[in-house]
């Protein structure tokens, strides 16, 4: 029985393929309202997604998981990234799926038109099918938003921890974005085996680019400290902002014996003073 | 048994770790060292644990114990070489060593010493 109707459904696809397709580019434009430029790749998509459909149908019936519709899905799959990368919002992916469902179930009624029951029927599993088909574009334009982000993490870890040497047994750490204990342990990594590498005793780390100070962020800049000072370098934290001043303030985070300077300057003067050097003006 | 050596230097103690702690060793330690600080009259002590890879917290917490009975026996202590995968261990930890005082090689670490020691010994001459 089943496997008749579908049967049916695709017979209908494939007498009616071109009055479909126009009929489903026609709503198309009408949701998305994509500009010219894609006009022609949205056309071949829809063509070819069709085609598939069809066969599919024919071979393998409504299990949208089974094998007959692997070149289906990965059409799917392909398309959402595509999608992804053109900058269509996910209704606007997924309307590619619905607004086929318009035309279709026109033909279906112009095919079935006498027998209700058939229609009813068919009409249904049109629906089923179509919406397994428009959650799986929505959950591969996921999956790929979501590689994208994974990767933006990866490579803003990467490039956010540069450790500069600012004189001779001075280091500078400057941090920015939000500290978390994955990137914690990282800028502590790298901070202490440059430590290591140039014989520094005094490393300054800068907060200024890091926008929020909250308990965890002072718990890991404290860790950081105490894991130099333990490998015999002293820290000045610099780049205090008057607002995170007064969230530390209010939050009651103790900074402990930890030297605090508003600005890199402030920390680089004491710094200097430390080694017993100083900065002097030419005279002309 | 195994067993650390404590060189004497001029007004210093350098004891140098170079093999894997275990508990008794350390307690050994603590006891040799608080020894030779009373005979030797010793005015600081270098603890070099460039060598040491593994650190636990009774390690650490011996650190912090040696360094206390140096003080109330008036030498200071100065930690040095600690290696930064020791370092972030012990912070993780929760062992800052906050009242022992580091330094990144043993010629800092005697330049250090030599620095607190001096304004003292200027007072008494």
């Not at chain 1, 279906?108 to 919406?131: I, P």
């Not at chain 2, 270098?46 to 636990?56: G, Q, R």
Request: charged share 20%; proline share 2%.
């Amino acid at each position: 029985m089943n496997k008749l109707v579908h049967t049916r459904l695709a017979e209908i696809i494939s007498k009616h393929e071109s009055d479909i397709l126009k009929e489903w580019l026609e709503n198309q434009r009408a949701e998305t309202r994509f500009g010219a430029s894609l006009e022609a790749n949205v056309q071949e998509q829809s063509r070819e997604f069709l085609a598939l459909l069809k066969d599919a149908v024919h071979q393998g019936g409504a299990d949208i998981m089974t094998t007959e519709w692997t070149d289906v899905r990965a059409m799917l799959t392909n398309l959402s990234k595509k999608r992804v990368q053109q900058g269509f919002t996910p209704s606007q992916t997924a309307m590619f799926i619905f607004s086929l469902k318009q035309p279709l179930f026109e033909h279906l009624r112009m095919e079935l038109g006498q027998d209700s029951e058939a229609l009813a029927h068919e009409t249904w599993m049109a629906t089923l099918l179509l919406d397994k088909l428009g959650l799986c574009t929505a959950e591969a334009y996921q999956k790929t938003r979501e590689e994208v982000i994974g990767r933006q993490q990866q490579e803003m870890l990467e490039l956010s921890t540069p450790v500069v040497k600012l004189w001779q047994g001075i280091l500078a750490l400057p941090l920015i974005g939000t500290l978390d204990s994955q990137r914690t342990q990282v800028v502590m990594e790298s901070l202490l085996q440059q430590v290591v590498d140039t014989g520094s005793d005094i490393a300054i780390i800068d907060i200024t680019g890091v926008p929020i100070v909250d308990t965890l962020v002072a718990q890991h800049l404290l860790k950081t400290v105490a894991a130099a000072r333990l490998m015999g370098a002293d820290c000045i934290i610099s780049g205090i902002r008057p607002q995170i001043a007064q969230t530390i303030v209010h939050l009651g985070v103790a900074l402990g014996d930890v030297i605090t300077k508003a600005t890199l300057a402030d920390a680089f003067a004491v710094a200097l003073k430390r080694r017993g050097l100083a900065v002097q003006a030419i005279k002309a | 048994m195994e067993k650390i050596p404590i060189l004497k230097i001029g007004d210093f103690l350098l004891v140098t770790i170079q093999v894997d702690m275990h508990d008794r060793l350390a307690l050994a330690l603590q006891d040799d060292l608080a020894a030779r600080i009373v005979v030797s009259g010793a005015r600081g002590v270098l603890i070099d644990i460039s060598a040491l890879e593994i650190v636990d917290s009774f390690i650490g917490r011996m650190l912090g114990n040696i360094a206390a009975i140096s003080s109330i026996l008036d030498a200071a202590t100065v930690v040095v070489g600690m290696r930064p995968a020791v370092a972030i261990t012990l912070v993780e930890l929760g062992i800052s060593l906050n009242r022992v005082r580091t330094a990144l090689n043993v010629e800092k670490g005697l330049e250090l010493l030599r620095r607190i020691l001096e304004p003292q010994e200027y007072h008494y001459q």
